[in-house]
């Protein structure tokens, strides 16, 4: 009788022991939502015009010393903790200025290899206004998760770049990332060189 009571006990730890694993709940994140884009005309003093978006509420531009015309353009973000950083500089009259501008452009881009998961490569051609270039998306943990750069090939060569000011986790910051990769599109589109 008492080895019965036993195997009754063994039995029954048994078919009880024998479920799922108790699993946590994985952490919510928060659904964010970003307002409609609404674009307008930057009024700057440079070589190009752009159009950009009105939740860009800084915008600031300097123009660099150096021995080619060169100015930096900084579109803050402040809602989004980003900011979209974009260099012009001319091109001088020799083939080779225009070759070391697109070499530093790739290169740039190609030195966040070492974190990103992959690097999406965009063609950007508008051949009534003169505006060629390449967008690049970033993806996983880089400092960057977008770059491009445009040129006329003959005059004008503009560069871009977006930085979060967060440490790069590619999951937190990926809605944001994609609403202003949609800027940084627009930003492309209607670059008109002067």
Known sequence: MKYNIYLV???LAMCVS???DVVPKPKAYLRLDYPAAKYVKANLDLP???????LATKISSKKVIATTE???????YPTLRGTIFLTYKAIEKDEKNLIDFLRDAQNFTQKHTVKADEIKEKEYANK???VYGMLYEIGGNAASQSQFYVT????HF????LYFYAKPNYDSILPAAHYLQKDIQHIMETVKWK
């Open 158 to 161: 503009l560069t871009g770049s």
């Open 128 to 130: 009534q206004d003169k």
């Open 9 to 11: 006990l063994f039995v």
């Open 152 to 155: 006329d090939s003959v005059n």
């Open 18 to 20: 024998c479920g799922e």
């Open 70 to 76: 060169s100015f930096g353009v900084n579109l803050e």
């Open 48 to 54: 190009f015009s752009f159009e950009n978006n009105m």
